[in-house]
């Protein structure tokens, strides 16, 4: 989908139409979680401090999240892909694989596939949709880029090995910026770069992802879309009005973060064994500590005191918290019958 979150309010809301839109925090602490392409063309993007924004583009007007209503909208969407293919592979509220080999309408070609599913969203939800086609999920991935907004493009296998060779290597889907620094400062910036890389090399310095960039940088990539993608971990997280650095005051943050996570376990009979603890600094340095048990965390209470146990053990802080997290892995996702899209992670921060 193109500019999901603020497509939505923009079609909700004529007023906001056309003019630059960012969902989420407007507060001095607050962070964008989505742009509209006029807020774009200002270099606004997601995950920007409100601040940042506001500088950036003064007329930036903001919007809060409702995340009902983008899962409603969501929901139409992949009953549109369900028209087409079972196998759906949804990445988040505003993304998804579908393998369309087989598709339940016969349709010989993908492009037609993706140009009819464009159509009917457009009918149905009156928002737009970018479409990427080719032979694996990495190259349809890197095509769906290509063409937004509303449009769709195709990497040919005849293509690929060139396309893929010409990308900046942060360009690809699943590098980010610190892998980006990194390969750089290996002599590694483009795709072709990446290629000319042994498989030895890649895990020497990557691990096991060393693995996977090897063959993307060929273009290859044999994941099949998996239609039960199974979650693997919830958490909760919030960005605070100001610095804290008391270990009782931010014991006391701790609080409505645990029982959001301790809430949706109580809804979907999800269990799991492990808790990870997320800090970021006042200086956006970020960190995480975990602790894992053979027995599933059975309770509120269990979560609250290895939460708390993990935060005490960063005291004395080198510097004030302006963000605290905490999630749930290791999960008995066996038992979730209702969960397994790929939501993003709850939030209270926005």
Not at 9 to 29: F, K, M, T, Y
Not at 282 to 294: A, G, M, P
Not at 324 to 349: A, F, H, M, R
């Amino acid at each position: 989908m193109d500019a999901f979150y603020a497509s939505v309010e923009q079609r909700d809301n004529p007023e906001l139409r056309g003019r630059p839109l960012a969902v989420g925090g407007s507060r001095e602490r607050g962070v964008v979680a989505a742009a509209s392409y006029e807020a774009r063309r200002f270099g606004v993007h997601s995950a920007m401090p409100s601040v940042t924004a506001k500088r950036q583009c003064p007329d930036l007007i903001f919007v809060k999240p409702r995340f009902d209503v983008y899962k409603e909208v969501s929901l139409q969407i992949r009953a549109i892909f369900a028209e087409y293919t079972p196998l759906i592979e949804p990445l988040s509220l505003d993304e998804a694989y579908l393998d369309v080999t087989e598709n339940l309408k016969g349709i010989e070609y993908a492009t037609q596939v993706a140009k009819e599913i464009r159509s009917r969203i457009w009918q149905e939800t009156h928002l737009t949709a970018s479409a990427g086609i080719s032979v694996n999920k990495f190259l349809s991935k890197m095509a769906s880029d290509q063409k937004k907004p509303n449009g769709q493009f195709v990497i040919t296998p005849e293509m690929a090995p060139v396309f893929v060779e010409g990308l900046r290597v942060g360009k690809f889907h699943g590098i980010g910026t610190k892998t980006e620094e990194k390969m750089n400062r290996l002599g590694i910036f483009t795709g072709l770069d990446l290629k000319e890389r042994s498989i030895k090399f890649l895990q020497y310095h990557f691990g096991k992802a060393g693995t996977h960039y090897y063959w993307i940088s060929r273009g290859v990539d044999e994941r099949p879309v998996q239609p039960d993608r199974i979650r693997k971990s919830i958490g909760a997280e919030n960005t605070f009005s100001r610095d804290l650095s008391g270990l009782e005051e931010i014991k006391l943050a701790l609080v409505p973060i645990v029982e959001k996570v301790w809430s949706y376990c109580e809804r979907t009979g999800i269990r799991g064994r492990t808790i990870t603890l997320k800090v970021k600094y006042q200086d956006f340095q970020q960190i995480t500590r975990s602790r894992s048990f053979q027995e599933d965390i059975v309770d509120r209470c269990g979560i609250a005191r290895i939460g708390e146990d993990l935060l005490e053990g960063l005291f004395p802080l080198p510097k004030a918290v302006r963000l605290i997290g905490v999630s749930l892995s290791g999960l008995n996702t066996e038992t979730d019958d209702t969960n397994k899209d790929g939501d993003p992670q709850l939030s209270l921060g926005l």
